[in-house]
C-alpha cells in the first residue's frame, strides 16, 4: 500500500476503538508470547547445538518484541495488561528436559500454527497500526518456518511429507462411490485427505511428547495424571492415523518420544503447563475442523468429528483444572446487558 494512504489511514482510524476480533486475538497473543518467552528462555539456558541456539535466539526476540509492542498498545488503548507468564514461572537452573533437536521441531512447529493464526486474524482487523503489527508476524513465522525447516534438514531429521503421482490427465468423478459410506467402495485418499492426516499425526506427535515431559514433572498427582491422559489420547490417534497413511503404503511421521530426557525436575509452572496443553489442545481442535472440511471419504470424515469432541472434552477437563486453581485469565467478553439491568436498584426486571 502507498505509504501515504497509510499514513491517511493511520491519522483517520487513531481515534477508533479496537473491535473485537482485534481485541481478542491481541490479548491471546499476549498471553502467548508471554509463554513462549518463558519457555524458549529456558530452552536457551540449556541448549547445546549452536546453529539451534542461534534459531532459538532468534524467535525468542520474536517473541518479547510482540510483548513489549503489545504491553504498549493495551497502555494505550487503556486496557488492564493480562498477567500472562514470566520469571515466576521457569526455572532457568535445573537440567534439560529435552534434546536439542526437539527444540528446533518445537519452533517449526510453533511457526506453523503461527502463520495459520496470524493470518487469520488479519482477515478480521481493520485498524492499520494493528493490520500492520499482525502482517508482521505474518512474515516472521514465514522466516521462521524457513529457518527451522533448513536447520532440521541438515541434521537429517525433517522426514518429506507423503508423495503421491502427478496425474496424468483430468479426470470427473462419474461414481457415486466416491462418497460411499462402505470401506469397501471408497476411493484412495484424496491428496487434501493425505494433507490433513499428515498435520493431525504432527499436532498429536509434538503434542504427545509435551505431555509426556509435563507428566514427569509436574508436582501433583493430578497434573500428572491428566498430562498422562492427554499422551494415551495422542498415541491413540497417532496409531489410527498412521494406519491410513499406511494402508495407502505412504509414510508416516516418527515420534519424538525419545526427546525427553529422564529429568523429573520442572523448568516451568504447573500453570504454565496446563496453559501450554490448552493451546495445544486449541490447535488440534483447529486442524480436525479443516481436515473434515477436506474429507470426502466417510471413515476419514467420521475421525475427524468424533476427535474433535474427544480433544474438546479433554480440554475442558483441564479448563475445570486451571478455574479450580485460579490460574484461568478471563478474556475479554461482551457486555452482559441482563446482569446490568439486575444490578439496577432503581428499576426491577423480570428476565426469568
Known amino acids: 500500500m ?3 494512504i497509510k499514513s491517511e489511514m493511520q491519522k483517520h482510524q ?69 498477567v500472562g507468564f ?10 534439560a528436559l ?29 485498524r492499520q497500526d494493528i493490520y500492520d503489527h499482525l502482517s508482521r508476524c505474518v512474515k516472521e513465522s ?5 529457518d527451522s525447516n533448513h536447520v532440521i534438514l541438515r541434521k537429517s531429521m525433517l522426514m518429506r511429507p507423503p508423495v503421491i503421482p502427478y496425474p496424468v490427465k483430468v479426470n470427473f468423478v462419474d461414481q457415486k462411490t466416491f462418497i460411499s459410506p ?9 491428496s487434501l485427505e493425505v494433507t490433513a492426516i499428515q ?23 493430578k497434573l500428572r495424571s491428566y498430562f498422562f491422559d492427554g499422551v494415551k489420547l495422542a498415541s491413540k490417534q497417532i496409531k489410527h492415523f498412521t494406519e491410513l497413511l499406511s494402508e495407502a503404503d505412504l509414510p508416516s511421521p516418527r515420534l519424538l518420544d525419545a526427546y525427553v530426557t529422564n529429568s523429573t525436575i520442572s523448568p516451568f509452572s504447573d500453570k504454565l503447563m496446563m496453559y501450554h496443553t490448552s493451546t495445544a489442545v486449541t490447535i488440534a481442535i483447529d486442524n480436525c475442523g479443516a481436515g473434515l472440511s477436506m474429507s470426502f471419504r466417510s471413515d476419514v470424515a467420521v475421525e475427524f468429528s468424533q476427535l474433535i469432541g474427544r480433544i474438546g472434552k479433554y480440554g475442558k477437563d483441564g479448563i475445570r483444572i486451571m478455574i479450580e486453581q485460579g490460574w484461568m485469565e478471563e478474556p475479554p467478553m461482551a457486555t452482559d446487558r441482563k446482569k446490568l439491568a439486575r444490578n439496577n436498584k432503581e428499576y426491577v426486571v423480570d428476565y426469568q
Open 14 to 82: 487513531q481515534n477508533q476503538r479496537l473491535n473485537a476480533a482485534a481485541l481478542g486475538y491481541l490479548w491471546a497473543q499476549y498471553l502467548g508470547d508471554t509463554l513462549y518467552v518463558c519457555v524458549l528462555g529456558y530452552f536457551l539456558s540449556v541448549v547445546k547445538d549452536p546453529e539451534i541456539k542461534e534459531l532459538l535466539k532468534k524467535v525468542h526476540q520474536i517473541s518479547q518484541t510482540h510483548v513489549d509492542e503489545l504491553t504498549e498498545l493495551f497502555s494505550s488503548e487503556k486496557i488492564p495488561i493480562p
Open 142 to 146: 514465514d522466516s521462521l518456518l524457513e
Open 98 to 126: 529435552f534434546d536439542d533437536i526437539f527444540m528446533a521441531i518445537y519452533v517449526n512447529e510453533m511457526a506453523i500454527g503461527g502463520m495459520k493464526k496470524y493470518a487469520r486474524a488479519l482477515s478480521a482487523v481493520r
Open 86 to 95: 514470566g520469571e515466576q514461572d521457569v526455572n532457568k537452573g535445573v537440567p
Open 2 to 4: 502507498n505509504e501515504n
Open 199 to 221: 498435520e493431525i499425526v504432527n499436532t498429536n506427535v509434538l503434542g504427545k511428547t509435551l505431555m509426556l515431559a509435563f507428566s514427569q514433572v509436574a508436582t501433583t498427582q
Open 182 to 190: 462402505f470401506f469397501s467402495q471408497m476411493h484412495p485418499l484424496t
